[in-house]
């Protein structure tokens, strides 16, 4: 095999690459957008189901919090407390979550998602507060 030869089948390979890296850049943005389209719906539900047990007769059974997900108390723990500065390991603290590695690994990805939509601002590594 010679040089020219090997330099053709590396930028062949080289293009087959980029197009499955476009592809999969695509797929990506694809996901990344329903992902955060229902995530927004997620936290309308909560609201809305905030709002309707606050409407609701006092002889009324609230909605379970054991029902709601953990992104759910995540974002109401935000909207209850607006002011304050959350890092990862208080808030699972104070929804009595576990506190082991790998639950406050999959936080910090919900909480880093609501940051890019705009609900939460990142305030350093670790630290979250709402966005105003």
Known sequence: MNVSELLRLLQTEHDEI???????REQIERLTTALAQTEARL?????????????????HEPA????????QRIVTAFNEHPEKVFRVHDLHEQLGLPTDEP??????????????????????????????
Do not use: H, M
């Open 43 to 59: 936290t309308e539900l909560a609201a809305t189901r905030k709002v309707i047990d606050g409407l609701t007769p006092p002889d």
């Open 18 to 24: 980029t197009a499955r890296a476009d592809n999969l």
């Open 64 to 71: 379970s919090a054991k029902t709601d997900t953990v992104y």
């Open 103 to 132: 639950s406050i690994n999959v936080t910090r990805s919900r909480l880093g998602r609501l940051a890019r939509q705009g609900f939460l601002t990142q305030l350093g590594r670790g630290r979250y507060q709402k966005r105003t």
